[in-house]
């Protein structure tokens, strides 16, 4: 009974590493960018950088809900 259960276990495990590891990468990056380098702030008016930042941001949100939803479907 043991047996059974401890693949399962590990396996659930490891989804959530997998999740909180894309999660907590994919918010430092985006930090990074837009907070440190001070791409999400428009100063003055909207920049490349700023459309950089932010077509980074959407692209890669979806791209982590994605990501998220295959590693939570198997």
Do not use: C
């Not at 999400?40 to 939803?69: D, P, Q, R």
């Amino acid at each position: 009974m043991a047996s059974e259960t401890e693949p399962d276990i590990k396996e659930f495990l490891i989804k959530i590493l997998q999740a909180v590891t894309a999660l907590v990468v994919w918010a430092v990056i985006t930090m990074f960018f837009g907070l440190y380098l001070e791409w999400a702030h428009i100063h003055h008016h909207f920049n490349i950088l700023n459309a950089i930042f932010y077509i980074w941001f959407v692209a890669s949100f979806i791209g982590l809900i994605y990501f998220l939803y295959k590693v939570w479907k198997r």
